[in-house]
């Protein structure tokens, strides 16, 4: 995997008020943090750079090489990324410290792969998961995952366990776990007919219920009987 280098100010005052002035120069306040580092680092890193650094193939998996001013470059992934709710703005990242030669946790994009077979006879193409969580060593991450749909009819689905399996890689989720499936439109699926209920002599029906077929009749004999008695 492509490595990125950012570079990293040190010395920022932790606060809101602090985080406040870092942005508005153009800043994103981070944190550092992991095995490589007695006490988390507060850092702040340019917007524009950090934006070009998670924008790779890689994405967010990115291996970043964080040159921190006045000090060491250390080799960092960005783990916990903290957007701004409605603008396209990073509001502070937390990077985690990364052994290459130990094995990591990531998230990597599913890609589906052809047209489900279910879909071309009418039914609806449904995707459970759009990631997967896998255990890797960083430089060997995937940019993403590729799995075939082509021969899913309606009906069908996809688990973990159908996954491609790939040297290195481990997938730590529920091998059950569907990614994705075909279903019947929902035009098609038919509603089960209200079950009748048989009401015996003196129940009444409850409001908005209707006779059951037969009811009816039934009542008029009873009528019709009373009145001959008479």
Do not use: C, W
């Not at 988390?40 to 917007?47: A, G």
């Not at 090489?65 to 709710?85: C, D, F, K, S, Y």
């Amino acid at each position: 995997m492509e490595q990125v280098s950012l570079r990293a100010r040190a010395g920022r005052k932790p606060g809101s008020r602090e985080s406040r002035r870092v942005r508005r120069e153009g800043q994103v306040p981070a944190i550092v943090y992991g095995p490589d580092v007695s006490e988390p680092i507060p850092v702040s890193v340019d917007s524009h750079d950090l934006q070009v650094a998670l924008h790779t193939e890689a994405g967010t998996n990115a291996i970043i090489n964080l040159e921190i001013e006045g000090g060491e470059t250390l080799t960092t992934m960005a783990r916990v990324i903290e957007r701004h709710p409605f603008r396209n703005e990073y509001r502070h990242v937390d990077f985690l410290t990364l052994d290459l030669t130990q094995k990591t946790h990531a998230e990597v994009a599913l890609h589906f792969e052809g047209t489900p077979v279910g879909v071309k006879e009418g039914g609806v193409f449904s995707p459970r998961r759009t990631h997967v969580l896998i255990e890797v060593l960083p430089t060997e991450i995937p940019a993403y995952i590729e799995l075939d749909v082509s021969e899913i009819e309606i009906g069908g689905s996809l688990r973990i366990e159908d996954l491609p399996v790939l040297e290195g890689v481990v997938y730590l989720e529920e091998p059950d776990a569907v990614v994705m499936s075909v279903t019947v439109p929902a035009a098609e699926i038919e509603e089960p007919e209200p079950e009748e209920v048989e009401l015996l002599e003196g129940e009444e029906l409850e409001e908005g219920e209707e006779p059951e077929e037969g009811a009816e009749e039934a009542e008029e004999d009873s009528e019709g009987d009373e009145e001959a008695a008479e």
